[in-house]
């Protein structure tokens, strides 16, 4: 019997400081994947308590991203829902609530150490090669010093009082139970002198109010991890489900992934943020399959998920806590998978803005027909526009030596075209198969190969070496333009032909 699962409320919770890459991509896919499999919410919450690393255009970009990449959210703060509200800095007062119930219960206290004590305190450990962590000294201020000191205006954070003894167990879903020695983990601040709570407070107390079953998280957050379990045991709070994401390595296979100096090598670019990925071309679809296989997979050769197949496949337990290095050549792949899985109407339309956007004054009836040309061969949406923008272009303006055919001198080449344009004038019109058959046989009649005569004309009229089938091409470029380019390509070989 197939056991039950529970809907599960599940939450992404980026700190609005920066741009959304990849790795906050996947993490909210597997939120949402999670959620949308189990019949549960998908929850957005912000967690913007860190003011001085704000950045007040990292929100719209957050939501931008997360709409391209299909994964709507439930509740969150621009829809409000059950929890509002659900951006940290408008929930202030909750969490010095319950900071306040952690000092009344012994299990935080005020701490008016200066910043100057502290620095000493961390050289004078750093001589002693002990690992820097607070020494404790307001750690057993009575409660009478406490309040003369806040009365006289001292400015005061608020620590967590970690116990000294024992040991606390976390279980992570991933990786199993892992203890540790409670006296090895500092007295974290949890509220600091601003009265801003930490993450380590603001997103225990959201878990917990905003009724999450599972947390979904970066693996950067293991180090605290036993910290955020002794808080939910301290507040005496039921623990969600934890689970740690595997860590995005560099394409390289070497080193955690860096921002900076991540290439796709096929572009040059540096394609780490969600929607840079957009405008390179890339289907949210085929970004979507390729993050998910980074720290999941089904089996060991099913490959190709579209949404749908997500939802119905994914589990936890098939998640993997090992190192993920980013590949590129695999988003390409994905990305040509997906390409090729649209209808050619819903291609023609998301191709549309790439021929836009690169000036190409683009038709889009003659698109819509073009589009089955390339369909099969672009890697990208970008790649779309290098490769079809001849069809719009009034001229081609191929380099005369490009036109040159293969083990041919530029006359015989120049021959080749003039015999191509008088069998060309002569049909009346390029009906694919009758125009192929007639080349080919010009191509026998000259002693050339199709491959030699048709390099020629390719250049020529698509002024590429690379195109879309040249036959079906020149049928929809039309014979006046095709006879038009053939002219000029003969006139660009004569002038660089030996005289006789
Ligand atoms: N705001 C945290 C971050 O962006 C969220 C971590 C979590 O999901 O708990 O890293």
Redesign the pocket.
Known sequence: MVPEIKPARV?????PTGRFHIG?AR?ALYDYLYARKTGGQFILRL?DTDQKRFDPQSESEFYESLRWLGLHWDEGPDIGGPHAPYRQSERVELYQEYADELVANGRAYHCFCTPERLSQVRQEQQKRKEPPRYDGLCRSLSEREVNARRDSGESTVIRFKTPREGVTTCIDLLRGPITIDNATVDDYILVKSSGMPV?HLA?MVDDYLMEITH????S??LPTFPLHVMIYQALEWQQPQWVHLSIFLNPSGKGKLSKRRTTNQRTGAKAIYALELRQMGYLPEAVVNWISLMGWSYDDHTEFFQMKDLIDKFTLEKLNPSPAAVNYSKLDHFNGLHIRALSTEDLTERLYPFFVNADVQCDPGLLAEITPLIQERIRSLEEAVEMAAFFFNPTVDPDPQELVGKNLTPAESATATRQALAVLRNLVSFEPEHTEAELRKLADTLGLSAGQLFGILRVAITGQRVSPPLIESMSIIGTETVLSRLEQAVEKLEGIADPE
């Open positions: 939450r992404f919770a980026p700190s906050s993490t967690e993450y997103a947390v979904l998280r970066g950067e957050w």
